[in-house]
Every structure is written in C-alpha cells, then in structure tokens.
C-alpha cells in the first residue's frame, strides 16, 4: 500500500503532465496557423510524450493499489510572438517540471517508498533530455534570427519527428 500524501503528490504530478500536454498542444496549433507544419509536428508528438507520462503515473497509482485524484488541468496560453517565444517557453515550462519531478522524488526518499523513488527515476532523466532539447532548438531559433529560408529548413527537419511510446516494451504494469 502507498501511503496517502504520496498518491496525492503523484495525483498532482499525472495532472502537471496532462497540462505540459495541453500546452504543447496550444503550441501545435499555434505553430500550425502560422504555417510552420514541422513546428506544429514536433509540438503535436510532445503532446504524445507528455500524455503518455501522465498516463504512466496514473497506472501507477493504480497499481499501488490507490486510487488516482482528479483536478481541473489549468487553462494554456494560446499567443506567442514568435517561434523562439515559444521554445524560451519550453525551455522555462521544462525546467519548472524539473524542480517537480526532483521535488517528488526526495518525498519518495523521505517516505522510504522505494518502488515510488525508481518509477521517478525514470523522469528525473527525462528531464535531463527534455531540457537539452528545448535549450537546442532556442540556440538555433536565436541563429536563424530573421531568416525566413533557415526558420523553413528548421521546420521541415522538425517535420521529421516520429512519436515513439517511451514506455513501449518497459514492464509497466
Ligand atoms: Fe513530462
Ligand atoms: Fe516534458
């Protein structure tokens, strides 16, 4: 059995995914009315990912034997001034889920949940990769500048993302 206060903080953690996914996807089909279809494609398959972690914690929960809480996801912005708003916004959005994921697991740590401690695992490096993604593609939007020709080759190699289910063939449940 898991202790109360431990669903409750990972109850919350299913919900701050669900939102990091409401938000790419407020990011998608804002890349997409500006046109960029490869920005939007990115943004669409980390709205994938980041579904896909909030579902992992949920059966989690579940598989403790608890039962998961429900909050409303908040609200996402929808308007950004330009494409490297949008990935200083990432990259500042990500490095907030860091301090989450770090946050739960020393709760882990101080609960002695050991089980809980190793499925947090999993994000503490995720995130690592999650922030040095964000932190590329703001170093290249900062090239690229004003470039109208380099910001299309950008967004057809963003194009080229595949979502791929992190938690594929991992023993989950
Ligand atoms: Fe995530
Ligand atoms: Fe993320």
New binding site residues.
């Given amino acids: 059995m898991i202790r109360q206060n431990l669903v409750e903080a990972l109850s919350r953690q299913v919900n701050?995914?669900l939102y990091?996914a409401y938000l790419y996807l407020a990011m998608s089909a804002w890349a997409d009315r500006q046109g960029l279809k490869g920005f939007a494609n990115w943004l669409h398959v980390q709205y994938q990912?980041?579904t896909a972690?909030?579902m992992h914690l949920y059966e989690f929960i579940l598989d403790r034997g608890a039962a998961p809480e429900f909050h409303p996801i908040d609200k996402p912005e929808t308007e950004w001034d330009s494409p490297l708003a949008v990935f200083e916004h990432v990259a500042r959005h990500e490095a907030h889920?860091t301090d989450l994921i770090n946050g739960l697991a020393t709760l882990a740590m101080k609960e002695n949940d050991h089980s809980m401690y190793m499925a947090v695992q999993w994000?503490v490096n995720?995130?690592v990769e999650?922030e040095a993604n964000a932190d590329q593609i703001v170093q290249k939007l900062k090239l690229i500048g004003d470039n109208g020709g380099l910001l299309l080759t950008l967004d057809a190699e963003m194009a080229a993302r595949v979502f791929v289910d992190p938690f594929a063939g991992a023993a989950a449940n």
Avoid: D, I, P, R
């Fill in positions: 701050a995914e990091s990912e980041e972690h909030g889920v994000y995720e995130q999650e």
